[in-house]
């Protein structure tokens, strides 16, 4: 199964710094890479998606970038907060068929610490 | 909108039983997916329904799985017979139709956190 490859698998960043978390895919037929944000106990939600017709966007704190060339898209957290302390999984769309199956990294545990 | 429900929310059974994970989606959503999260094999889709139907099963592990939604509000996942390494948090998640497919947000229950001991 085509995976997506997400790192680093945890990181700790003290308050107000920037957090960083890559992903590299293998097949460019996929247009649509969301992330997911995960806190302890409960289920994943949708934080910040990305089309990879736009190089990067930005939401409040959180911008993706994507470079297509290169196969990989990445997460910064700008001052980060410890709100912010949770996992966040990259995700990408399944094929080319827009079949609604989304195919996620193993996941990141960023913990900000005060 | 309550959002995804899902029941239980935590299950502990013995090697053997029949376990039923149940699932309520997001009224108007006609996507709706299982998945499991351990810490080795992170967050794994096992089926996904369309309108009710079945599209892609491949993730699920073995026959001893099954899914069904008999209506757009209502969906289960059954293990029979279960296995300590069955044990996991299960998740079901559903989206909203869309005229541009992959692209929706999967809204997710808060999981099924299931030990088989």
């Known amino acids: 199964q085509q995976q997506v490859k997400q790192s680093p698998q945890s990181l700790i960043v003290q308050k107000g710094g920037i957090s960083i978390i890559n992903c590299a895919y293998e097949?460019?037929?996929?247009?649509?890479f969301p992330w997911y944000q995960q806190f302890p106990g409960k289920g994943p939600a949708l934080l910040i998606a990305?089309?990879?017709?736009?190089s990067e966007k930005k939401e409040g704190r959180f911008t993706i970038s994507f470079n297509k060339s290169a196969k990989q898209f990445s997460l910064h957290i700008m001052d980060s907060q410890p709100g912010d302390s949770a996992t966040y999984f990259c995700?990408?769309?399944?094929?080319?068929?827009?079949?609604?199956?989304?195919?996620f990294g193993q996941g990141t545990t960023l913990q900000v610490k005060p | 909108d309550a959002g995804v429900i899902q029941s239980p929310r935590h299950e502990v059974t013995e090697m053997g039983q029949e376990v039923t994970l149940r699932c309520k989606p997001i009224?108007?959503?006609?996507?709706l997916f299982w998945y499991r999260q351990t810490m080795m094999r992170g967050l794994e889709l096992l089926i996904y329904?369309?309108?009710?139907?079945?599209?892609?099963d491949s993730g699920m592990p073995e026959d001893r799985f099954s899914a069904k939604m008999p209506n757009a509000s209502f969906s289960t996942l059954k293990i029979q017979p279960s296995e300590p390494r069955d044990s996991a948090v299960y998740f079901c998640?559903?989206?909203?139709?869309?005229?541009?497919?992959?692209?929706?947000?999967?809204?997710f229950g808060p999981g099924t956190r299931l030990t088989v001991l």
């Open positions: 097949n460019t037929a996929f247009d649509y």
């Open positions: 995700a990408r769309e399944h094929g080319s068929s827009n079949t609604g199956k989304l195919i």
């Open positions: 990305i089309r990879p017709d736009v």
């Open positions: 009224s108007g959503h006609d996507y």
């Open positions: 329904f369309n309108n009710n139907v079945p599209i892609d």
């Open positions: 998640a559903s989206s909203p139709p869309s005229g541009r497919l992959g692209t929706d947000t999967q809204y």
